[in-house]
């Protein structure tokens, strides 16, 4: 009994029990914990510690494919609404003619610069670059596509050469030009009429009753025309109903008409 008294006491120190210290993990030099896996110590792995498990592979995804079209109408829409590179004559008459088509189509009132710079596929800015307003487009692009009334061949009959002057004017108004020239001057009403009748009055009027006039004194001189009949107010009969035809009556000019209008009108009005 003695002895285990002389051995308690030798464990205790001061009257105070000995504690023995607890086991710690044991530790690398560079003082990161190893890992314990199944009661053995395992490699720490870089950038973790012990408790917290390894991260999951990371798996390679795939790039993302920019979208495609798939509807080829979508597609070509949007190639044909991208912009032309041309210049000079070749804008100018792709221009001229969106002008045109967009007024036989739409009218003057409803023509818009953007509008005819779409149709042309061009920018709007290039429009601006030559004409100030639509109302100077339209006239050059008028002035720039119909015939220009000519000198009539001597065919030794007056009522002949008025036949073929009245068909010649026919056929412009029935062109992409004359069907826009016939839209516009059913809106003559509209604030800028001044400027289109000045137009055609310089452009189809006059060079048409200069070319009536030479027929008739050239008719004169032949006999077939009577001298009395060449006058400015006999060469304004022939536009005149061409005029009121087109403008009042919203009827075309074809060779039909052409025929009536010389063989009822012009030819018993200069012979007499």
Avoid at 77 to 94: D, F, T, Y
């Amino acid at each position: 009994m003695d002895q285990l008294v002389r051995r308690q006491a030798a464990d205790r120190s001061g009257g105070r029990a000995v504690e023995r210290p607890t086991e710690r993990p044991s530790e690398r030099p560079n003082g990161q914990a190893a890992d314990r896996v199944g009661g053995q110590l395992t490699k720490p792995v870089e950038g973790r510690t012990a408790d917290c498990p390894p991260a999951p592979a990371s798996r390679a995804v795939a790039p993302v494919a920019a979208p495609v079209s798939c509807c080829p109408v979508k597609a070509a829409a949007e190639v044909l609404s991208r912009p032309m590179r041309r210049r000079g004559k070749e804008l100018e008459q792709a221009i001229f003619g969106a002008a045109l088509d967009q007024l036989t189509s739409g009218g003057f009132a409803r023509l818009t610069m953007e509008g005819i710079a779409g149709a042309a596929r061009t920018g709007k800015a290039a429009l601006y670059r030559r004409w100030a307003s639509k109302v100077e487009l339209v006239i050059d692009a008028l002035d720039s596509t119909l015939p220009r009334p000519s000198d009539t061949p001597d065919l030794g009959s007056a009522r002949n050469e008025l036949l073929l002057l009245i068909q010649g004017f026919a056929e412009a108004m029935s062109s992409r030009s004359g069907g826009a020239m016939q839209a516009l001057m059913a809106e003559l009403e509209h604030e800028q009429a001044e400027l289109f009748k000045d137009f055609i009055v310089q452009r189809v009027v006059e060079p048409t009753k200069a070319t009536i006039l030479e027929i008739l004194r050239r008719g004169a001189e032949r006999g077939d025309v009577r001298p009395g009949a060449v006058t400015p107010l006999v060469a304004d009969v022939a536009p005149a109903m061409l005029m009121y035809r087109v403008k009042v009556r919203g009827r075309q000019i074809g060779s039909e008409f052409a025929v009536e209008l010389v063989d009822e009108v012009l030819v018993p009005l200069i012979r007499g």
